[in-house]
Antibody, heavy 115, light 110 residues
């Protein structure tokens, strides 16, 4: 069974960089599929942030592209998200998931942007 | 403002059949497959339907999906109290070169 687990700080200051890690187990990232990040502000809907292939090829949400960096570490079977210059609008539950059909999800981690 | 449009709420009584709609455009639903997700309160979304009408293993056949033109629908038959959740549609958008989601429909079982 494919399992994903997000980790990272739950509180980030405005203008700083949000950094999250997603550890994958039960499936080798190098075997295929894109892997991605989706977020959900409190009480709101889902928003795709971006996706990455094991080769490093990425796709990003155009509305966030200039602030988003997604990278992959196949040796550790994990991928990461960096979102720079955060504001309160970036407060959300951040999910990592296997992209394509988004069939396997992490439990999500709440990141609050506040001073 | 979501790229895919869903009604914010829907409701039904136990045993009833309800339909949730998702409206898009030629750049997303019109040319790409639609997925549906169920999100129970406080949990991560769960894949319910993929490729317009395919059910992952373990999803009851009470759930079905369809697509016509630039719209898609999720139907739930034999409604049960545990179906009370938020439902989201999603598709790849070729113009935006990215994934787009509907705003979600909150289903209430009366």
């Amino acid at each position: 069974q494919v399992q994903l687990q997000e980790s990272g700080p739950g509180l980030v200051k405005p203008s700083e960089t949000l950094s999250l890690l997603c550890a994958v187990s039960g499936y080798s990232i190098s075997s295929g599929y894109y892997w991605g990040w989706i977020r959900q502000p409190p009480g709101k809907g889902l928003e795709w942030i971006g996706s990455i292939y094991h080769s490093g090829r990425t796709y990003h949400n155009l509305s966030l592209k200039s602030r988003v960096t997604i990278s992959v570490d196949t040796s550790k079977n994990q991928f990461s998200l960096n979102l720079s210059s955060v504001t309160a609008a970036d407060t959300a539950v951040y999910y990592c998931s296997r992209s394509g059909n988004w069939d396997f999800w992490g439990q999500g981690t709440l990141v609050t942007v506040s001073s | 403002q979501s790229v895919l449009t869903q009604a914010p709420s829907a409701s039904g009584t136990p045993g009833q059949r309800v339909t949730i709609s998702c409206s898009g455009s030629s750049s997303n639903i019109g040319r790409n497959a639609v997925n549906w997700y169920q999100q129970l309160p406080g949990t991560a979304p769960k894949l319910l339907i993929y490729s317009n009408n395919q059910r992952p293993s373990g999803v009851p056949d009470r759930f079905s999906g369809s697509k016509s033109g630039t719209s898609a629908s999720l139907a739930i038959s034999g409604l049960q109290s545990e179906d009370e959740a938020d439902y989201y549609c999603a598709a790849w958008d070729g113009s935006l070169d990215g994934w787009v989601f509907g705003g979600g429909t909150k289903l209430t079982v009366l």
